[in-house]
């Protein structure tokens, strides 16, 4: 069983980047959770979820011990970094100071997410440069497997405009690491 905790600022797709994860675990025939946690979001606190998938059975949806940890922010880091199973990795954007993490039994990945999507003139696609990273870090789906969860989810919400953009700055998280 593999539990990830997306966490960033409202606005910044880390909800979405939890649904396209669980779409792939389901897609791909495994029991899957998404739990969200949205609160003062829209005031710019910080949101999060988590998502469990594998072949078992998932008792407790909620947070416990995830494996991974995506922090799209400082806010988020400071508030997750201590919840990280031991060995587990934690992958952060470029505006995450981790310099007085004290923790040396994870991994922690910085990935430039937001250099990344501007380059390719999608700003708003540096959470789906981590969805990218994700896949490839965990190694549990394919690269293939992610994209048409992607599409699933974007044609879903009716925003596929950016479909092209979206698969390109994929690619970029997804060989970046």
């Known amino acids: 069983m593999k539990e990830i905790v997306f966490a960033g600022f409202g606005g910044q797709g880390v909800l979405t980047s939890g649904l396209i994860i669980s779409d792939i675990a389901v897609e791909n025939g495994e029991n899957a959770t998404w739990m969200p946690?949205?609160?003062?979001?829209m005031r710019g606190g910080t949101a999060n979820c988590t998502v469990k998938y594998g072949e078992g059975i998932i008792y407790n949806p909620s947070q416990e011990?995830?494996?991974?940890?995506?922090?799209?922010?400082?806010p988020s880091f400071d508030m997750f970094i201590g919840k990280v199973a031991k060995d587990g990795i934690v992958l952060v954007?470029?505006?995450?100071?981790?310099?007085?993490?004290?923790?040396?039994?994870v991994k922690i990945v910085v990935v430039p997410c937001h250099k990344i999507a501007d380059e390719a003139n999608h700003s708003r696609g540096a959470n789906i440069v981590m969805t990218g990273a994700i896949i490839k870090l965990l190694g549990d789906h394919?690269?293939?497997?992610?994209?048409?969860?992607?599409?699933r989810m974007f044609n879903?919400?009716?925003?596929?405009?950016?479909?092209?953009?979206?698969?390109?700055?994929?690619?970029?998280?997804?060989?970046?690491i």
């Open 37 to 41: 946690s949205y609160g003062s979001a």
């Open 65 to 74: 011990e995830p494996n991974l940890l995506l922090a799209m922010n400082q």
């Open 93 to 105: 954007s470029e505006v995450v100071d981790t310099t007085a993490c004290t923790r040396d039994d």
């Open 142 to 151: 394919t690269m293939e497997q992610g994209k048409a969860a992607m599409e």
């Open 156 to 176: 879903k919400k009716g925003k596929n405009k950016f479909s092209e953009l979206n698969e390109t700055v994929f690619e970029a998280g997804y060989n970046y």
